[in-house]
RNA sequence: CGGGGUAUGGCGCAGUCCGGUUAGCGCACCUGCUUUGGGAGCAGGGGGUCGUAGGUUCGAAUCCUACUACCCCGACCA
């Protein structure tokens, strides 16, 4: 393991890159923007999909698979969703190689598709077209499915796990009768992935809906959760949307009501990718590295045995196994880290890097005076324990910094959001960097026209908040909101 | 796709301008001894057809030509 770690404030970008690989989480593939996922991250994004797969579940979803493959003519179905794809759809031509001449292999001239497949940016078309067939009556309804599944868009600059060809998702696709059911369940998802990134990932997060321009492919409205990374930017951590009846036109999917009429359904779709772990990494680690969240680190407590003689370690194993044995009895993962092949303030190091919530070291010391040093990773901060009830003592301190973690994203946060009504003003705060609420006119151009300016996009419209007349910040023109501005990911 | 850059052990680099011993350094790796409460020390050791293909030359990592790959900056995006 390297020793040091670019700092933030020298360069937040390549801090991020050095972290993910230092963290032994992901790295570059052979393949051109698209990343291997390590064992160590691999394990954060089974944490999130274990829990966010059990709300799903207690939301009364199910799960399905639909084809990685989809007819390229599926897409050319729903206008929107085409324009918003094609740009980054890989396309299957062929489907056979054969052998030539120098010993390499070749695509077979003669294996040409009669119909390109697409691989899936995402599967509304493929999953529309089998709900015809799933959906006649009202009594089928609502379809509540969703998925795990990888998905591809041939991205032109890519970064771990922010941002790569391939990526890991849920995708949640729901029919039902209603516009208003449709709605209620795109809110209900919002909600659920909200409570997902302030009550696991410890992250705060703005909800509201897309502007026009923001918005899905293909929706009619696009929810939307935005959390804030360390250095100011915006990161759109999960979007749910009402499709209305785009998709159900497009497809053809028909069912008939207890007054035996014949309408098309109504849907949504909603997703959460290993993106995640991307805004994870950004929102709480530091220049020591990973800091996470104890509801989503793979190992919650690692022990560090400090011994110079084999019967110290022997003695000191003995009290790490109760320990562990305690802990895991109050369902936390502990790690015993007994390597003799490196040395403490190596492993202490090591474990900071990969951001482990609670480190035990047991010494000599610590066994004459019943004692054992506990050091969190969230503070830095180091204390020497009485042995006595150590588990309740851990299990309080994971709460405690479960709920640290939180608290400091959110004073973050709240301390670079700003209001502001004056243009210069505006452009100052964007330029530092943070949420900016202002007033907007609601015109697409207007919105162009501050992007371009300030590389500034409307992060969310909220939905919730009160309304307040004023002008828009760029044009002048009655506004009777304000939106939130940011720079993002 | 535009603009810039890079390609040399696993990783990071020097050497290239000005061709000439056996291609070197740091980290990592292996062995041994000493170490172990914040990234150990010493000694020894293994590992490279210098991106690919041509060419110039007595001789090419170094010069020439072509190609390929990757990285950074822009347009696109969860």
């Known amino acids: 393991m390297a020793k040091e770690l670019t700092s933030r404030s020298e360069n937040?970008?390549?801090?991020?890159?050095?972290?993910?690989?230092?963290?032994?989480?992901?790295?570059?593939?052979?393949?051109?923007?698209?990343?291997?996922?390590?064992?160590?991250?691999?394990?954060?994004?089974?944490?999130?999909?274990?829990?966010?797969?059990?709300?799903?579940?207690?939301?009364?979803?199910e799960n399905a698979y639909f084809p990685?493959?989809?007819?390229?003519?599926?897409?050319?179905?729903?206008?929107?969703?085409?324009?918003?794809?094609?740009?980054?759809?890989?396309?299957?031509?062929?489907?056979?190689?054969?052998?030539?001449?120098?010993?390499g292999v070749v695509v077979d001239p003669e294996a040409k598709l009669e119909e390109e497949l697409i691989v899936r940016p995402t599967s509304e078309t493929i999953i529309w077209d089998t709900y015809r067939k799933w959906v006649q009556s009202y009594r089928d309804l609502p379809l509540l499915i969703n998925q795990w599944a990888n998905v591809v868009r041939w991205?032109?600059?890519t970064r771990l796990f922010l941002r790569t060809s391939e990526f890991l998702w849920q995708e949640g696709h729901t029919a039902h009768a209603s516009r208003k059911e449709a709605v209620e369940e795109a809110e209900t998802i919002l909600k659920l992935y909200a409570d997902f990134a302030e009550n696991y990932m410890g992250m705060p997060v703005?909800?509201?809906?897309?502007?026009?321009?923001?918005?899905?492919?293909?929706?009619?409205?696009?929810?939307?959760?935005?959390?804030?990374?360390?250095?100011?930017?915006?990161?759109?951590?999960?979007t749910s949307h009402f499709l209305g009846q785009n998709f159900a036109k497009a497809f053809d999917v028909k069912y008939l009501t207890k007054e035996n009429k014949l309408e098309y359904v109504w849907a949504t779709s909603w997703g959460v990718s290993t993106r995640l772990i991307g805004a994870l990494i950004m929102a709480h680690s530091d220049d020591n590295g990973l800091v996470l969240p104890p509801k989503l680190a793979p190992i919650q407590v690692v022990i560090v045995p400090i011994y110079r003689k084999d019967e110290q370690l022997e003695a000191i194993t003995e009290k790490a196994d109760e320990i562990t044995k305690a802990l895991r009895a109050k369902g936390i993962s502990v790690k015993y880290d007994k390597r003799d092949t490196h040395k403490p303030g190596f492993k202490f190091a090591e474990w900071e890097m990969k951001g482990v919530p609670v480190r035990l070291a047991i010494g000599p010391r610590d066994l004459e005076n019943g004692t054992v040093e506990v050091a969190r990773r969230d503070t830095l901060e180091k204390d020497t324990l009485r042995m006595e009830n150590l588990d309740e003592k851990i299990e309080n301190?994971?709460?405690?910094?479960?709920?640290?973690?939180?608290?400091?994203?959110?004073?973050?946060?709240?301390?670079?959001?700003?209001?502001?009504?004056?243009?210069?003003?505006?452009?100052?705060?964007?330029?530092?960097g943070g949420f900016v609420w202002a007033h907007w006119d609601g015109t697409a151009k207007t919105e162009q026209k501050i992007k371009e300016e300030t590389k500034a996009t409307i992060r969310l419209i909220p939905t919730d908040g009160e309304k307040e007349s004023g002008k828009c910040v760029y044009s002048g023109n009655p506004s009777e909101r304000r939106v939130a501005f940011a720079k993002s990911y």
């Open 12 to 61: 937040y970008s390549q801090w991020y890159n050095d972290l993910v690989v230092k963290a032994d989480l992901a790295e570059n593939s052979a393949v051109r923007g698209s990343m291997v996922i390590k064992p160590y991250g691999y394990a954060i994004w089974e944490k999130m999909q274990r829990i966010l797969d059990d709300k799903f579940k207690e939301t009364g979803h």
């Open 397 to 432: 301190l994971l709460e405690k910094i479960q709920d640290n973690i939180f608290q400091k994203a959110l004073s973050f946060r709240e301390s670079h959001t700003y209001k502001v009504d004056s243009w210069d003003e505006f452009k100052e705060k964007i330029e530092a």
């Open 68 to 103: 990685l493959f989809i007819p390229k003519s599926f897409f050319s179905k729903e206008a929107d969703h085409v324009e918003g794809f094609a740009k980054e759809c890989a396309v299957v031509t062929h489907y056979r190689l054969k052998n030539d001449e120098k010993g």
């Open 206 to 238: 703005l909800q509201g809906v897309k502007s026009a321009s923001e918005r899905f492919a293909g929706a009619i409205e696009t929810y939307c959760i935005e959390a804030m990374m360390q250095d100011g930017k915006a990161l759109q951590a999960g």
């Open 155 to 157: 991205e032109m600059r």
